[in-house]
């Protein structure tokens, strides 16, 4: 009797152990969000996709209820992106200035866990300790996939503020197949307006306004598509309705987009290429004596890619 009553105590600590430990992590993760829209900071981040990496310098703030934020590439072509609010315009080659009419842009790399929700069904959440990144102490944290559907990954959160210094999308065995990570950072840092400015002689500089419009292909009347698969936890979060042709849908981390379009000479290759997370996969379809592609990209496995394209069908409405 007594053994009894020791092991079910012991199983109610270990429950009770993992409960917070799980709170504790989720605490963390909402602690990020919040930082990586509020802190003010400058510093240089390296991100890495197989064999290609890119190194960017970044200076970010929120002023009078704005977030602002810059974005400068520091090698191969010169590109800086400038964010003010829901003002986005990218720099090219310091000849070309872009204006984006896409309000909700956010920096892909830093703000790529923004919607993760701790609770989520399709993953586990794990604190898993502490580490030091670019001279600071971090929590680490892991986002544990539950499935093969979709990847794992390794955060490290600044411990002071929550804000993301380093990141690891996982793939089997916890191989790393994509990373970001800070090796300078300045936190908090002070800011001024010139901060958030392209340093080029305005006469000199094109400008272009580029709406994000509906995708404008035509298609045969009443003619749409539907995907009859998709991994358990994702859902349709936008689409080009009119056209029936691009869909996104996100599990709240990861995102896949699928594309049907007529096929062109200067189609790819079909089957699946894969560059570090991002898995690209295209198959052919016919309908009516006309030739389509139908394309799925996002981060997810090849797998998981093969069966969302192969459960592409046409409908006729």
Not at 4 to 23: G, M, P, Y
Not at 57 to 82: A, N, P, S, W
Not at 230 to 258: C, I, Q, R
Request: aromatic fraction near 10%; charged fraction near 25%.
């Amino acid at each position: 009797m007594m053994l009894k009553r020791i092991l079910f105590s012991l199983v109610l600590v270990l429950v009770s152990t993992s409960a917070f430990a799980e709170q504790d992590a989720a605490h963390w993760i909402n602690k990020m969000r919040t930082a990586s829209t509020y802190e003010s900071y400058r510093g240089v981040f390296m991100f890495s996709r197989g064999d290609m990496s890119s190194s960017m310098r970044v200076v970010h703030r929120f002023i009078d209820g704005q977030e602002q934020e810059r974005l400068t590439q520091l090698d191969g072509d010169m590109g800086e992106i400038l964010r003010r609010g829901t003002q986005v315009m990218c720099l090219i080659k310091g000849q070309r200035l872009v204006e984006l009419d896409k309000p909700d842009f956010a920096n892909p790399v830093s703000n790529r866990f923004a919607n993760f929700i701790p609770g989520h069904m399709h993953y586990t959440l794990h604190k898993k300790g502490y580490e030091r990144i670019v001279n600071r102490s971090s929590v680490k944290l892991k986002i544990m996939a539950n499935d093969a559907k979709r990847y794992s990954y390794a955060l490290w959160l600044d411990e002071d503020t929550g804000l993301l210094l380093k990141s690891q999308v996982l793939g089997v065995q916890d191989k790393p197949l994509e990373l970001f990570q800070f090796s300078q950072l300045e936190l908090p840092a002070e800011t001024f307006d010139s901060d958030f400015e392209f340093d080029v002689d305005s006469s000199v500089v094109s400008h272009h306004k580029v709406p994000m419009s509906e995708n404008d292909m035509r298609w045969p009347e009443r003619l749409n598509w539907t995907a009859n698969y998709h991994p358990p936890g994702f859902m349709e979060v936008e689409s080009t309705k009119k056209a029936g042709s691009v869909v996104l849908y996100s599990d709240g981390l990861a995102n896949y987009t699928v594309f049907v379009e007529l096929k062109s000479k200067a189609s790819l290759p079909n089957g699946a290429t894969k560059v570090g997370a991002t898995t690209m996969y295209i198959k052919p379809l016919e309908f009516n004596d006309s030739e389509y592609t139908v394309t799925v990209v996002g981060e997810i496995p090849p797998m998981t890619a093969m069966n969302i394209a192969e459960g592409v069908q046409p409908i006729m409405e």
